[in-house]
């Protein structure tokens, strides 16, 4: 059965206590024969994807490992990035893979990490194409453990996500096997995927957390120096963080980074009429997948345009979105109700 996550808001006035809920996601059990047990996982949709009246569009999905620590404030960033007139990535789905009834220090690593791996190939993914509007483009957010699952996962099997984040990833466990593996790194074929290391500042290398301090740099120069030209790979390191903290910070620069050159400035719009087109093209010749423009970016541009009494333009991306988004009611209302002021 499906349940909500929620956000609690309570509103006070001098006679009256009341309580109102936002929620931010919805919980689903999957029952994996992979695995052996029920895992559940927590998803984040767009406002967007309940809109009745909007076309039924398919969404980028948004993996995210140990959703206990990392799903909430992921929702918060995404949500602030996908909306407004500048938009800096589309609107996504977000899926939160929780622990529970796991155990992330086996599942993350060389312990069950191949049956984790299955479970998310063979049973996550067609869970979502199934039940969600889903577009074949993924990334992978890990943290710690999570960072060495996704490390390791990108090197032995690439294809599986387009973008790859490890956030001060645990290089250290199983006798540093990361290291080990990544000596190759420059004979390996990573499928022109994307990969960002972040990492804690110098100031955290001491005693206890020298290997995974040593770890990560080791890797981090590992593949530097490899320039694999089938890997597009980004490194941050974070003096003022510590271990818990870099997510929240590396999540930002890894969408800011991952989505650089999405957004576009809709002042400049009304003067380069072929600007969103062209924007979009670059964008998607960069990352190697066809990235249109969704139905409420373009709508946003087009009363936009109305307000700066672009007419022409306006009545464009209008009728960009009845033709691109035929099952939409908005788009065919928009286009019906438009007038020249």
Same mark, same amino acid.
Request: net charge positive; no cysteine; proline share 4%.
């Given at each position: 059965m499906?349940k909500?996550?929620?956000?609690?808001?309570?509103?006070?006035?001098?006679?009256?206590?009341?309580?109102?809920?936002?929620?931010?996601?919805?919980?689903?059990?999957i029952?994996?024969?992979v695995?052996?047990?029920?895992?559940?996982?927590w998803?984040?949709?767009?406002?967007s994807?309940?809109?009745s009246?909007?076309?039924?569009?398919?969404y980028?999905v948004?993996?995210?490992?140990d959703?206990?620590?990392?799903?909430?404030?992921?929702?918060?960033?995404?949500?602030?990035?996908?909306?407004?007139?500048?938009?800096?990535?589309?609107?996504?789905?977000?899926?939160?893979i929780?622990?529970?009834n796991?155990?992330?220090?086996k599942?993350?690593?060389?312990?069950?990490d191949a049956?984790?791996?299955?479970?998310?190939?063979?049973?996550?993914?067609?869970?979502?194409?199934?039940?969600?509007?889903?577009e074949?483009?993924?990334?992978?957010?890990?943290?710690?453990?999570?960072?060495?699952?996704?490390?390791?996962?990108?090197?032995?099997?690439?294809?599986?996500f387009? =973008?790859? *984040?490890a956030?001060?990833p645990? #290089?250290? !466990?199983n006798?540093?096997?990361?290291?080990?593996l990544?000596? $190759?790194v %420059?004979?390996?074929?990573f499928?022109?995927?994307?990969?960002?290391?972040?990492?804690?500042?110098?100031?955290?290398?001491?005693?206890?957390?020298?290997?995974?301090?040593g770890?990560?740099?080791?890797v981090h120069?590992?593949i530097?120096e490899a320039?694999n030209q089938s890997?597009?790979?980004?490194?941050?390191?974070y003096?003022?963080?510590?271990? =818990?903290? *870099?997510?929240?910070?590396?999540? #930002?620069? !890894?969408?800011?980074?991952?989505?650089?050159?999405?957004?576009? $400035?809709? %002042?400049?719009?009304?003067n380069?009429?072929?600007?969103?087109?062209?924007?979009?093209?670059?964008?998607?010749?960069?990352?190697?997948f066809?990235?249109?423009?969704?139905?409420?970016?373009?709508?946003l541009?087009?009363?936009?345009?109305?307000?700066?009494?672009?007419?022409d333009?306006?009545?464009?991306?209008?009728?960009y979105?009845?033709?691109?988004?035929?099952?939409s009611?908005?788009?065919k209302?928009?286009?019906?109700?438009f007038?020249?002021?």
């Amino acid at each position: 059965m499906k349940k909500l996550l929620y956000l609690f808001i309570i509103f006070f006035s001098a006679n009256l206590f009341a309580q109102e809920k936002v929620a931010i996601g919805e919980i689903q059990k999957i029952q994996s024969n992979v695995l052996g047990t029920e895992r559940e996982i927590w998803i984040n949709l767009p406002v967007s994807y309940r809109n009745s009246k909007l076309d039924p569009a398919k969404y980028p999905v948004i993996y995210v490992l140990d959703a206990e620590d990392n799903f909430t404030f992921l929702t918060g960033i995404v949500n602030k990035f996908q909306k407004g007139h500048y938009q800096e990535m589309p609107e996504s789905i977000i899926v939160g893979i929780t622990n529970k009834n796991g155990d992330r220090t086996k599942d993350f690593t060389h312990v069950n990490d191949a049956k984790f791996l299955q479970f998310i190939q063979t049973e996550l993914f067609p869970f979502m194409e199934k039940n969600y509007r889903v577009e074949n483009y993924r990334l992978l957010l890990g943290h710690s453990l999570g960072g060495y699952f996704a490390l390791k996962t990108l090197y032995n099997q690439p294809e599986m996500f387009n =973008g790859y *984040v490890a956030h001060d990833p645990s #290089i250290w !466990f199983n006798d540093f096997e990361l290291k080990k593996l990544y000596q $190759n790194v %420059k004979l390996n074929d990573f499928k022109n995927r994307l990969l960002m290391i972040t990492q804690v500042g110098e100031r955290q290398n001491f005693g206890h957390l020298q290997d995974h301090y040593g770890g990560i740099k080791a890797v981090h120069s590992l593949i530097n120096e490899a320039k694999n030209q089938s890997l597009n790979y980004t490194y941050r390191q974070y003096a003022d963080e510590e271990h =818990g903290s *870099v997510p929240m910070i590396g999540n #930002i620069d !890894f969408m800011r980074w991952m989505f650089d050159g999405y957004r576009i $400035n809709i %002042k400049d719009v009304p003067n380069q009429p072929n600007l969103i087109e062209g924007s979009f093209k670059a964008f998607s010749s960069k990352r190697n997948f066809t990235f249109q423009p969704q139905e409420t970016y373009i709508h946003l541009v087009a009363t936009y345009l109305v307000k700066q009494k672009k007419f022409d333009l306006a009545k464009k991306y209008f009728e960009y979105n009845v033709n691109h988004f035929p099952q939409s009611e908005q788009a065919k209302e928009a286009l019906k109700n438009f007038k020249v002021e």
